[in-house]
C-alpha cells in the first residue's frame, strides 16, 4: 500500500505535530483585529436598538442575548464543520468576510424591522407586542453576524492546533488575544471614534477591519492544508459513553455559569448608570471592564496550564 503523499505546498510531518507558519505572527494580529471589529459592532448595534426601542433596556437585553445565542451558535457548528475542511485557515479568512458583509447589511435590516413592528404597534396599540416584535426581529438580524463571529475561534483553533497536549494552553490564549482585541474594540467605538464620526462610519470602519482581515488571512492560508481528522472508530465510541453523563452535567453547569455572567452583565450596567449617570457610558464601561477581565482570566489560565491539563475540580473554584 503506497503512503498518502503531502499536499502541494504541505510538508510531510507526523498527525499530531504543530503547524509552522512563518505568518504565524500576522494570523494571530488577525484574530486580535477580529476581536475589535466585533466589539465595535456591539456598541454600533446597542446604539441603533436604543434608538429603534426608545428604552436602553431593551436595547441591551436584544444586543447581548443575541450577540450570546450567536457565538454559541457558529461555535457548535462550524466547531463540528472544521474538522472536515483541509484549508481551515482559508475558512476563517471566509468568515471574516461574511461578517463584515453581513454587518453592513445590519442597520437597513434593523430600519426594516422597526417599521414593521411600528406598524404592527399602529395596528394592535400594543406597546408591548410592538417591543416584543422589535426584539425577535432584531434578535434574528443579529443572528447572522454573530453565528459567524462564534466560528472564527473553532475554526482558527482547528488551523494553529494540532497537538491534544496543546489545546487548554494554545485555545486560552487564542481566546484571550480576541478578548484584549475586544477590549480595544469597546475604548475605541464606545469612548474615543464614535462620538467623533459618528455610528455609520464606526461601523464602516469595523467592516474595513474585518474585510482587511480576510483577505490578508486568506493570502496567508493558501500554502497551508490540514489533512482530514480521522473518523471515530466503534471502539472509541464505546470507551466514551461511561463519560457521557458527566460530560452533560458539565455542560449544564458551564451554561448556568454563563446565564449568571450575562445577569451580572446587565445589573452591574443598571447600577453603574445611577453612578456616572449616562446609560450609554455605564454600559460602555461594563463592557470595558467584563472583557478586559475575561481576557485576563483566559491568558492567565493559559499560561498556568500551557504545558499540562488542568483538572475538572477547578472549574467549580
Partial sequence: MSKKKPYKGEKAHAPDAPVRNPFLPLIYLSFFLSGTAG????????????????SMVFAVGAVLSSFMAGLALGNFFFGRAADTWRRPLLGYALLEAGIGLTAFLVPPLLNLARRAAIGYGGATSSFMGQALLTFGLSFIVLMI?????????????RALIRRNKDVA??????YSLNTFGAVLGVALAGLLILPKIGLRNTMLLAVAINLVVAVAVGILSLPLRVP???RSDA?????LKPAYTSGLVLAFAIGFSGLASMIYEVSWSRSLALVIGSSIYAFNTMLLSFIFGIGLGSLVFALLF???APSLALFSY
Fill in 228 to 230: 482530514v481528522a480521522p
Fill in 306 to 308: 500551557r504545558k499540562k
Fill in 169 to 174: 494552553g494554545k485555545v486560552g490564549a487564542l
Fill in 235 to 239: 471502539p472509541t465510541r464505546r470507551r
Fill in 145 to 157: 453576524p454573530t453565528a459567524l463571529m462564534g466560528g472564527t475561534l473553532p475554526v482558527i483553533s
Fill in 39 to 54: 466589539l465595535m459592532y456591539e456598541i454600533v448595534w446597542m446604539r441603533l436598538l436604543t434608538l429603534s426601542f426608545g
